[in-house]
């Protein structure tokens, strides 16, 4: 079946589990005194700067480099979205070790962590979530790398795919005409990838 | 003086102005009703279907490329993020519009809009806040790009600057060092344009 809303209501914080609404009273750099609305996850581990990954998977096949991608539906946004893998990461757990543990999760590839980002903001008028990206390694002779065995939680449905880096950014523009919601992460890397050429 | 954060306490539903937590009924892909906490802005307008926009500027220079850039205190992060210009959408205004009108209020640059975008989402587990992003072309001989006057609200700072687009990641590294925050639009951008290089 196709998954849809049934329905959207205003949650109270009291009754919030993973999200809340905040305002905070601050200084500006003009002295005054002013407040602010915005949104937080309640799931950042105790000393961690960063509330999750985002994995960069390039996949050398004999067609060019691919990117790893998932399909997943987004209840906030009542579609499918295109989305890098990516999760929260776990209490005492680094970010390489996140993405390495996320991308096998969700996809059954097997990873080395290669390189990973400064932290980055989602949209930080609005809230202070906040991840970093790591890049990884995949070696596809390993035997485990060719038969993948995801590990989802019931209640997670994702579809994996690749698609070739060069044709990331026109592949965006195609999903959109097809229905498909667009990350930001996502899309503006492939834009990015784009003006480069 | 430098902006800074006093406090910041719960804020319910209905003494929010700009933002509001919400809880989502769904029927996922197996047909099983479950539940989704999320949080939306309350301001956009009836019959659009994105939040704002964000503008990629990019300046013919002397020395190359470069793109525009802003430095702006951000409450929820209690940190100087670097950003790429941007702006909510006004009732009745295009993405077009909306971007040339942001960029002259933020940094006073009279530009005409190129390119747009398909529809973005920041953190489609999160939040179902979405922008396109706009390419203008600023011609720097036009007498109102040489002498700028932006026009700013009473209560935004905003330091325009420009760094060249083949720098773009290796600045974003040095900024985080520096302390600033970084824009995951922006950062992602610049990720793409340092993995085609
Ligand atoms: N106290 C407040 N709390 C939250 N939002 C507010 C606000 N006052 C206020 O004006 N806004 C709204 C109205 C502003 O237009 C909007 C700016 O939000 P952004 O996330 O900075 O958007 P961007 O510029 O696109 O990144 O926040
Ligand atoms: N009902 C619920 N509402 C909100 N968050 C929930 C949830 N149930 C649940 O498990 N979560 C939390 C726990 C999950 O780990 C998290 C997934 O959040 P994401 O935004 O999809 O993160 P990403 O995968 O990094 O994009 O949401």
């Known amino acids: 079946g196709r998954a849809r809303?049934?329905?959207?209501?205003?949650?109270?914080?009291?009754?919030?589990?993973?999200?809340?609404?905040?305002?905070?009273?601050?200084?500006?750099?003009?002295?005054?005194?002013?407040?602010?609305?915005?949104?937080?996850?309640?799931t950042r581990p105790k000393g961690s700067d960063f509330d999750g990954v985002s994995v960069i998977a390039i996949l050398g096949k004999d067609t060019g480099r691919e990117i790893l991608l998932e399909k997943q539906y987004r209840p906030p946004l009542d579609r499918i979205c295109i989305e890098l893998p990516a999760g929260l990461v776990d209490k005492g757990e680094t970010a390489e070790q996140a993405a390495v543990r996320e991308l096998k999760e969700e996809t059954g590839y097997v990873a080395q962590a290669l390189t990973t980002s400064p932290i980055m903001f989602n949209d930080p008028g609005f809230c202070n979530t906040n991840f970093k990206v790591v890049e990884v390694s995949v070696d596809m002779s390993l035997p485990e790398n060719q038969e993948l065995k995801p590990e989802l939680e019931e209640n997670e449905f994702i579809e994996v795919f690749s698609v070739k880096l060069v044709d990331l950014w026109d592949e965006c523009v195609k999903w959109e005409a097809q229905g498909y919601a667009l990350d930001a992460r996502l899309a503006s890397f492939a834009k990015g990838i784009q003006i480069a050429k």
């Open 5 to 42: 809303v049934i329905s959207t209501e205003p949650l109270p914080n009291s009754e919030a589990e993973w999200k809340r609404l905040v305002k905070t009273t601050y200084i500006g750099q003009d002295g005054v005194t002013r407040t602010w609305e915005h949104a937080e996850r309640t």
